[in-house]
């Protein structure tokens, strides 16, 4: 039984969207099914094009992967050590870099990690390479230096409820304009229960940004429904792991932005569907359909600028 590509939303695929549409495309129809390696030879490179990881998303998710051990080994009862937390994301990078370097990734690219830089040959110095680790490495010494690490350590881990879990939830169809049902996907970086309150933790690895109102919307949507809760019992966190002193930064939850974040989506989502020829078995229209960006500065760090025929 083949795998059917059915049509969800999620933050990243409105910002592909966002972005550029042919990307959009690639990413999430010409790739469909590349992950069998009898894949017709298009779907196969769009597929692989796509799991392409530039240094500082690598970055980003590395760190993240590595502060989901820490968590899952502290709710097991074994606590890993700063040492050991650290070991572990030089070898995980080094094993990553390696991989990446001599292109295995072109073999078995759902196993193996293919940075951007590799594949397009880009002039990126040992030195460079060096301070991505070690921004990484002082991310992931920072969390657990701080303070806030420290009262994880001391609570009772039944009341943690996420650690980097894939949750999905469908979006009401009275706010999606084509009827049926959008499943919405949402990966909550950690939550736990604190008294009659849920709190929401979301890790940045980058410099403090703006606003992150829809996605904060976004989250707060799937709590009330999955944990049957009101808005008033729901907290949502940033936690910049790059400050040397990391504290969870409330975010401000209001009806007012949960509202905002529905009409944000169901507009998303309806835009999406106007590119499709079939909305219910989302089948797109010809990718001629589908506009190129006019960011130069996109296209020059997009995974799929070697089959793109804006420039092929």
């Known amino acids: ?178 009827g049926p049902a959008t499943k919405i996907y949402v990966k909550l970086d950690f939550a736990r229960k604190k008294g009659d309150l849920v709190e929401i933790f979301d890790w940045k690895t980058g410099k403090e940004e703006g606003s992150a109102s829809i996605q904060i919307g976004a989250y707060a949507i799937y709590a009330m429904r999955k944990w049957n809760l009101p808005l008033s019992s729901i907290r949502a966190y940033l936690v910049y792991l790059s400050s040397a002193q990391p504290v969870p930064q409330e975010q401000a939850l209001s009806e007012e932005l949960v509202l905002e974040a529905q009409k944000t989506i169901s507009r998303s989502i309806g835009q999406m569907q106007t590119l499709l020829l079939d909305p219910k078995r989302n089948i797109p229209q010809p990718r001629e359909f589908f506009k190129f960006t006019e960011n130069e500065r996109l296209c020059s760090y997009c995974n799929f600028y070697k089959i793109c025929e804006k420039y092929t």
């Open 1 to 178: 039984m083949s795998l059917e590509n059915i049509f969800s939303w999620s933050k990243s695929r409105a910002e592909e969207f966002e972005e550029c549409q042919r990307k959009y495309f690639y990413n999430r129809y010409a790739s469909w099914g590349g992950w069998d390696a009898s894949a017709p030879k298009e779907a196969r490179l769009a597929y692989i094009l796509k799991n392409l990881k530039n240094r500082w998303a690598w970055k980003g998710e590395t760190v993240h992967h590595v502060v989901e051990t820490v968590l899952k080994s502290l709710r097991a009862g074994k606590p890993m050590s700063a040492e050991v937390a650290l070991a572990e994301i030089t070898q995980v990078m080094r094993r990553d870099f390696r991989s990446s370097k001599s292109k295995k990734y072109m073999r078995d690219p759902k196993k193996s990690l293919g940075l951007f830089e590799h594949e397009y040959e880009k002039p990126v110095t040992d030195a460079v390479w060096k301070t991505i680790h070690d921004e990484a490495a002082m991310c992931l010494k920072n969390f657990i230096s701080s303070s806030f690490y420290k009262e994880l350590e001391s609570e009772d881990k039944k009341n943690w409820l996420v650690i980097e879990d894939l949750e999905e939830f469908d979006f009401d169809p009275s706010t999606n304009a084509q």
